[in-house]
C-alpha cells in the first residue's frame, strides 16, 4: 500500500518556467491538500479539495492552480515560477473531514533560481 | 499568520530523558492534533486530542490540552534516539474539506 505518491521528488526550473507537481493516493480518501513548507517554519496550505470535481483556496493561493482529476491525483501548477516559491511542497490526503488524521507523501523540493 | 506556535523551537535532550513541547493556539478550535517529521519526509500522525478531552496517552505519548489557555503540550518520556524528528501541532477547524493549521514545530534532538 503505497500512500500518498509524489512525483517529481526533487526539481530545479529558472524563473519564469511551469511544472505541474503530481500527487496520487490509493486510500480512497476524499480530501487532499497541498502545503508548502519553508525552511524552519510550518505547513501552509495552498489549495485543497473537499471532493472529487471540487477545489478551494488556502491561505497561500497566489501564483498556484490545482486540478482534482480524479478521487485518487490532485495535481498542483506552477505557471510562472518565481525565486519566492522555492520550497518544499506536500501533498496529503484524508478521510472525509477532520478528526481524521491527514496521511502526507514524502514531498518535491522545488528550487527555483 | 499561524494558529499553533510551539515553544520551544528547538530541544536537545539525552536518550532516557523526556522530552516536552508546547503550543499555543489563537481561536476556538474542535480538535488538536501533534504530528511528527522525519528529516525530508512527510508528517506522520501521531495522536488527536478532541476538545472536550484534557489529556490522552498513547504509549511513551502523552499530550495534554487546555482549552481556557488555548494551548496543548507533548510529552515523549524516555526518549530514544529515534525520536529525534519535528513535532508540529495542528488544530482542525470545523469545515466539511477540515482544513488544519500547523504550527512552526519543534526540533527535537535526542543523544544517545
Known amino acids: 500500500n503505497a500512500g500518498v505518491t509524489q512525483t517529481p521528488k526533487f526539481q530545479v526550473l529558472k524563473t519564469g518556467q511551469s511544472m505541474t507537481l503530481q500527487c496520487a493516493q490509493d486510500?480512497?480518501?476524499?480530501?487532499m491538500y497541498w502545503y508548502r513548507q519553508d525552511p524552519g517554519m510550518g505547513l501552509r496550505l495552498i489549495y485543497y479539495?473537499?471532493?472529487?470535481?471540487?477545489?478551494d483556496k488556502g491561505e497561500v493561493p497566489n501564483g498556484y492552480n490545482v486540478s482534482r482529476l480524479n478521487k485518487r491525483e490532485f495535481s498542483l501548477r506552477l505557471e510562472s515560477a518565481a525565486p519566492s516559491q522555492t520550497s518544499v511542497y506536500f501533498c496529503?490526503?484524508?478521510?472525509?473531514?477532520?478528526?481524521?488524521?491527514?496521511?502526507f507523501g514524502d514531498g518535491t523540493r522545488l528550487s527555483i533560481l | 499568520s499561524q494558529q499553533g506556535e510551539e515553544d520551544p523551537q528547538a530541544l536537545s535532550i539525552q536518550e532516557g530523558e523526556n522530552a516536552t513541547m508546547n503550543c499555543s493556539y489563537k481561536t476556538s478550535i474542535n480538535n488538536l492534533q501533534w504530528y511528527r517529521q522525519n528529516s525530508g519526509r512527510g508528517l506522520v500522525h501521531l495522536i488527536l486530542?478532541?476538545?472536550?478531552?484534557r489529556e490522552k496517552h498513547s504509549g511513551r505519548l502523552r499530550v495534554t490540552l487546555d482549552t481556557s489557555k488555548k494551548s496543548s503540550s507533548l510529552l515523549i518520556t524516555a526518549s530514544r534516539a529515534a525520536d529525534t524528528a519535528s513535532y508540529f501541532c495542528a488544530t482542525d477547524e470545523d469545515t466539511n474539506a477540515g482544513k488544519s493549521t500547523f504550527g512552526d514545530g519543534t526540533t527535537l534532538t535526542v543523544k544517545p
Open positions: 496529503a490526503s484524508r478521510e472525509g473531514r477532520a478528526p481524521k488524521p491527514q496521511h
Open positions: 486530542i478532541r476538545s472536550n478531552e
Open positions: 486510500m480512497n480518501h476524499n480530501s
Open positions: 479539495s473537499a471532493s472529487e470535481g471540487t477545489t
